[in-house]
């Protein structure tokens, strides 16, 4: 049994108890912190088949990232994930599992500068959001309704040096940054309340964010990672704030978290544009400068199932 016999060009065999991400990049390429593995690629032209383990470490659980390839992602995105289903099921009965010991994790996400035009970009693209189950369902792919799925939005703003003028900073004291982190949260309270945000939470600790399905929606911080449970079935009003006064982070990240009526079909786009246009006050609020910097907005959309 092979993968390349259900047409998938791009697996990749990870056992190393780290977290996969996955990248948009022009240059193929593999990178890897204590807690962490980067996997950069281009969908249009990168394939590859390798492994990345060490024999001599029994981890907690091994993983098989599918990469998909091509241009048409969305389109053909039922298709692959189709491809991937029968794959795992034929690893599945191949090493002796039960049905349901495989957990099949669905990821998508959109990346854009949410300021491209204000450089001077000319093209746009127009781009219709669904849940992922409801859009697979139109393409004739049908999901189990056991599935999980979240959809969350994440723009990452760069400590640019404007932050820092107006703050008050007194390097002398042993958290220097106090007052420019309450400027920025206060920042990030106005621009949620005037687009009726209302689950949301801003990082600035120097942690990685990762967002995930969680009916008690705990938030663990653990060394370089802090890990947020979302539950879209809650629909109650919650932030989380994280920063450290005592350090001066690279980059701020603003999370939006969508919960079960923003999945909808008539609602998905709607939730999309109150995130879009919550970073866009937040950067007036702290005079960004639209025409020369960057603010990165992902765009995630998550489904699990057991297969």
């Known amino acids: 049994m092979s993968v390349e016999e259900h047409g998938l060009s791009h697996v990749i065999f990870v056992a190393n108890n780290r977290l996969v991400r996955v990248r948009y990049s022009g240059e193929q390429q593999v990178l890897h912190t204590e807690q962490q593995s980067f996997f950069f690629y281009c969908p249009e ?145 106005k621009s949620c309340q005037a687009n009726k945000i209302d689950q949301a939470a801003l990082i600035a600790n120097g942690l990685s964010p990762f967002v995930r399905y969680d009916e008690n929606e705990a938030v663990k911080v653990t060394g370089e990672l802090i890990s947020i449970g979302v539950n879209p079935k809650n629909t109650e009003t919650r932030f989380c704030v994280h920063w450290d006064a005592d350090k001066l982070v690279d980059t701020i990240r603003l999370v939006f978290f969508a919960d079960k009526s923003d999945e909808t079909h008539h609602n998905y786009g709607k939730f999309v544009n109150q995130a879009i246009a919550a970073v866009i006050e937040f950067s007036d609020e702290v005079d960004w400068k639209k025409e020369s910097d960057d603010i990165i907005v992902q765009v995630h959309q998550h489904i699990m199932l057991n297969v």
């Open 45 to 189: 032209h990168n394939s590859t088949f390798k492994g990345y383990f060490d024999g001599a470490i029994r981890v907690r659980k091994i993983k098989i990232l599918f990469l998909a390839t091509g241009q048409e992602l969305k389109v053909n995105s039922a298709k692959f994930h189709n491809k991937v289903y029968q794959a795992i099921k034929d690893i599945s009965t191949a090493i002796g599992l039960a049905e349901n010991e495989i957990k099949l994790r669905d990821h998508q996400h959109l990346t854009f500068d949410i300021f491209a035009k204000d450089k001077g970009g000319a093209n746009t693209l127009s781009h219709t959001f669904r849940e992922i189950a409801d859009r697979y369902e139109s393409q004739r792919q049908s999901i189990s309704s056991a599935h999980t799925s979240i959809t969350y939005v994440i723009a990452s703003i760069p400590m640019a040096r404007r932050l820092l003028k107006g703050a008050d900073i007194d390097y002398l004291s042993d958290e220097p940054f106090t007052k420019l982190y309450q400027k920025i949260e206060s920042a990030f309270n």
